[in-house]
């Protein structure tokens, strides 16, 4: 009889076969669906059984290291697990779990799942206000924490039992007195695949976090297709820079690279210094990386041939990366970065994936075992050359969410019609490569002409003079609306009307009439704790009007 341990091992070992035969792995990968799965004791025990290499290496800004096995952290995870039952942890209790890119944050996880507890992630970004709504919707009723933030939640009542990591606080237990617990850990029952595993919040950009609920199948497993797209490989060592938290850091430095019996690397930086990060990446021999987007930008305006050893595979996820970062990178490392798209919602459902042809601008085609259709915005019927972005139910894709926790009317507004509507648009060309257009809510019309927003924004950043832009509609009595760009300018330039005269020219230049930026202004911009731009508010902020803006009719 196949267990749920080796359908999972011949899936996962069927991508890694074909991981540069999109054709053949598309067509042929099939989901593992078991009845019963616990990625922890299932998969991570058993490749750590007996296995010495490095599961988990980190290094601090301070140069102080920490190296773990695959075997430490299984026995690890054990007393972590074996401690926190003794302490009233229980299957289906509520974890808030609020820790940094330390050795207990993968401990936890690990110790967790082998409990069937339900782990909430928690970014230390957080304060008292976020942490009051995920410890009420949650439900939650333990919380481990890192002492630096426990002060946060004097003002966060309940009757949730209190640990923290790494300090001594009043009324909080100390995590480390887990390490004196046994490592031979008996589980209290079997886990079923469809129990719940995880809740996230999302980041909320336009509205209040939606709490998405994942299985213990629906990311563990999901994230096949992650190491598929990343190009993981047993061995290699696997860099992903992320917040702790957030759904992206599950994604890849805990479940994609530990499917491919891969090394997660970290460097942890109180400020961003793109030197450092490359002297610490040929350090540890990284083979493998993934940034956000804002993390290329800041890197491009480093000198990449600092770094000696190139990655063999390099990806960017959060947000569609511009044309012009993929060509410096390219230019300076010889490797091309690949899109992904995917959402807290799922693993990645449309991918660049290794070895194949790239399009400029496009996110690349469905992911294996993903069958994703574009819906017409006025019928919603499939097969639209442009439309939202949405996944085909009649085969539901392993790494989808179960729904929206507690809220059974937007899950069936998500789901409803056999496709789970993604709300990003996007369009499809013969060869079925996707290209992304924008959220259903940022697209805008100018003069009766449809405005992609991260279209203009990649124009902006072929200019020297832009380091990020934010593009959203501006009222026009002329044309209704028209293009206005917020600028955050790069190192060696200056606000005022010289840069904005030059922006004007450059968008001029290679922009269509119709899609010209009209309106421009300087300043940060606002983003959600997970870094994604908050376009809601440079909305209601030119809405209001400014005088700091500057209008393209000066500078004739």
């Known amino acids: 009889m196949t267990t749920a341990t080796e359908r999972f091992r011949e899936a996962r070992d069927f991508l890694l076969q074909h991981r540069e035969d999109y054709a053949i792995a598309y067509e042929g990968f099939a989901w593992p669906r078991p009845d019963a799965f616990n990625w922890a004791l299932d998969w991570f025990d058993v490749i750590a059984d007996g296995n010495d ?3 988990l290496h980190i290094v601090e800004e301070d140069g102080l290291e920490t190296r773990l096995s695959f075997a430490e952290l299984s026995a690890r995870s054990n007393r972590v697990a074996n401690a926190l039952r003794e302490r009233g942890v229980a299957a289906g209790d509520r974890i808030l779990v609020m820790l940094g890119n330390q050795a207990e944050l993968w401990e936890t996880a690990l110790a967790a799942m082998k409990l069937r507890a339900v782990v909430i992630p928690a970014t230390p970004l957080l304060g008292p206000a976020d942490l009051r709504d995920r410890v009420e919707r949650g439900r939650v009723r333990h919380a481990i924490v890192r002492a630096a933030d426990t002060g946060k939640f004097a003002e966060v009542p309940g009757g949730y039992t209190r640990v923290v990591v790494g300090g001594a606080a009043d009324g909080w237990q100390p995590y480390e007195t887990a390490y004196d617990a046994t490592d031979a850990f008996t589980p209290d029952g079997p886990t079923r695949a469809d ?32 190491m598929y797209w990343i190009g ?18 599950a994604w890849s430095n805990l479940f994609a690279p530990w499917n491919a019996e891969a090394t997660v690397f970290l460097h942890n930086y109180t ?3 793109p030197a450092r990060l490359m002297a610490e990446m040929d350090r540890a021999g990284v083979t493998t990386f993934c940034a956000p987007p804002t993390v290329w930008r800041m890197l491009i305006q480093a000198d990449l041939t600092q770094l000696c050893t190139p990655p063999r595979e390099v990806v960017a996820a959060g947000e569609p990366l511009n044309p012009e970062v993929i060509e410096q990178v390219r230019r300076a490392w010889g490797v091309t970065v690949r899109d992904g798209f995917g959402q807290t919602e799922t693993a990645v459902q449309v991918a660049n994936s290794p070895g194949q042809p790239l399009k400029t601008g496009s996110m690349g085609r469905p992911s294996p075992g993903y069958r994703v259709e574009l819906l017409d915005p006025v019928t919603g019927a499939p097969g639209a050359e442009e439309g939202e972005i949405a996944l085909d139910l009649s085969v539901r894709p392993v790494g989808l969410m179960t729904g929206y926790h507690g809220d059974p009317d937007r899950t069936a507004e998500a789901m409803g019609g056999g496709y789970y509507r993604t709300g990003d648009i996007g369009s499809r060309d013969a060869d079925g490569y996707l290209t992304y257009v924008g959220r259903a809510d940022d697209v805008f019309k100018a003069s009766d002409y ?5 279209e203009l924004e990649s124009a902006l950043l072929e200019h020297d003079a832009v380091a990020e832009a934010a593009v959203v509609p501006a009222p026009d009595e002329l044309r209704l609306a028209v293009p206005k760009a917020y600028v955050v300018l790069a190192d060696g330039w200056e ?21 010209r930026v009209r309106r421009l202004e300087f300043g940060e911009l606002p983003k959600t704790v997970s870094g994604k731009i908050r376009r809601i508010e440079l909305r209601e902020a030119t809405a209001a009007g400014s005088a700091d803006e500057y209008r393209e009719e000066d500078f004739r």
């Open 232 to 249: 993981l490989k047993p061995g290699d060592v696997h860099l992903n820079i992320s917040s702790p938290g957030w759904a992206k850091h």
């Open 271 to 273: 400020r961003f210094d």
């Open 450 to 454: 449809k405005i992609s927003p991260f």
């Open 53 to 55: 290499r490095t599961a």
């Open 195 to 226: 129990d719940p595993l995880m809740l996230y919040f999302t980041s909320g950009t336009t509205a209040r976090p939606k709490l998405v609920e994942h299985t213990h199948t629906s990311y563990p497993v999901g994230h096949l297709t992650t």
């Open 495 to 515: 606000p005022g009307p010289d840069s904005a005269k030059v922006l004007f020219e450059h968008s001029r230049q290679v922009l269509a009439p119709y899609k």
